[in-house]
Every structure is written in C-alpha cells, then in structure tokens.
C-alpha cells in the first residue's frame, strides 16, 4: 500500500536523463497521460500495445517515485483501475523534454 509521503526526488544533473521517463514504455505511459485527465487501466493498454503484466509492471514503478497515482475501484461489483498522472510526474516529462530538445539541437 502507497506511503502518503511524498517520495524521494530523484537527484539527476541538468544533462542526465532521468531513466523512469526515458525507457520507451513508460515514456509512451506518460505521454498517453500528459492528453488525459486521468485514464482506465485497458484504455492505457490500448494506446501503448504493452502486455498487462508489462503495462502493469511499469505503472508500479511509475507509481513507486510519485509520477502517476492510481486508484482502484470497483463499478458494478467489477474491478476498475484509474490512472493520472501526477505534477511530478508532469514536470518530469517536461524536463524529459526540454533535456532531448537540448540534445536535438547539439547534433543539428
């Protein structure tokens, strides 16, 4: 069960990419939430084309450092996960951005 402390900030130089944003499925994770209000666990599934236990598995670590909260709930008597990303989690992908625009730009 989820701490209600905040977790830790993960201490990354200006030029180092932050590895939780930067590997492809969970940047694909995030960027199908930057579009959404918050989205259902098969609606991210389907956006990302990962596996339920991939998907899952990268929710969890998203989850672990504060960038996406998930909240789990039952409709109808059946299980209904809800997922949005966080402002950590917004200001990481930014970050993750403006370091790739930066890079971008180096190899013009």
Do not use: C
Not at 81 to 87: A, D, F, N, P, Y
Not at 96 to 101: A, F, K, N, T, V
């Amino acid at each position: 069960m989820p701490s209600s402390e905040s977790p830790p900030a993960l201490s990354l130089s200006n030029d180092e990419l932050d590895p939780l944003v930067h590997s492809p499925a969970r940047l694909r994770i995030l960027t199908v939430l930057k579009e959404v209000e918050r989205a259902d666990f098969l609606f991210i599934l389907r956006h990302t084309d990962l596996t339920r236990g991939n998907l899952s598995s990268h929710l969890s670590k998203l989850e672990s450092v504060g960038y996406v909260k998930i909240t789990k709930e039952f409709v109808e008597k059946i299980p209904h996960t809800l997922i949005q990303l966080t402002e950590e989690g917004k200001t990481a992908l930014e970050r993750y951005r403006q370091q790739m625009l930066q890079k971008l730009e180096r190899i013009k």
